[in-house]
């Protein structure tokens, strides 16, 4: 095999490799925040990008729109302590980096709901 075709042949295998992994990768802090809410949230709430949540008083986290996790806020009411909304939901404390690792991952999970 020519130098060429070889050359041919690797970069073939380099944007197959590429086509084939997922498009929506999460990067370390998302990683790291999925980590974090399924050890604290998913025994009620839906963490990933599919799936029902356990309580049906938890919307699932791929739900939460651009109105809860775009808010400047939300971050720092992760770390003051986030109230809870329902009765069964314990209140959470997160520290700096942990709170900016969920809100990440939250924000990379995000649906758009489908229109009517």
Do not use: W
């Not at 990067?27 to 990933?48: I, T, Y």
């Amino acid at each position: 095999m020519s130098c060429s075709m070889r050359m041919q042949a690797g970069l073939g295998l380099l944007l197959l490799g590429a086509l084939a992994s997922p498009s929506h990768a999460l990067d370390s802090e998302q990683s790291r925040g999925k980590a974090l809410l399924q050890r604290l949230c998913s025994r009620c709430h839906a963490v990933g990008r599919t799936g029902a949540s356990p309580h049906p008083d938890a919307p699932p986290f791929r739900t939460f729109g651009d109105s809860k996790l775009y808010d400047e806020d939300f971050a720092q009411r992760l770390q003051t302590g986030l109230s809870t909304i329902h009765k069964d939901m314990p209140s959470f404390r997160f520290d700096r980096a942990d709170a900016e690792a969920a809100v990440n991952y939250l924000k990379a999970i995000q649906v758009r709901p489908k229109p009517k």
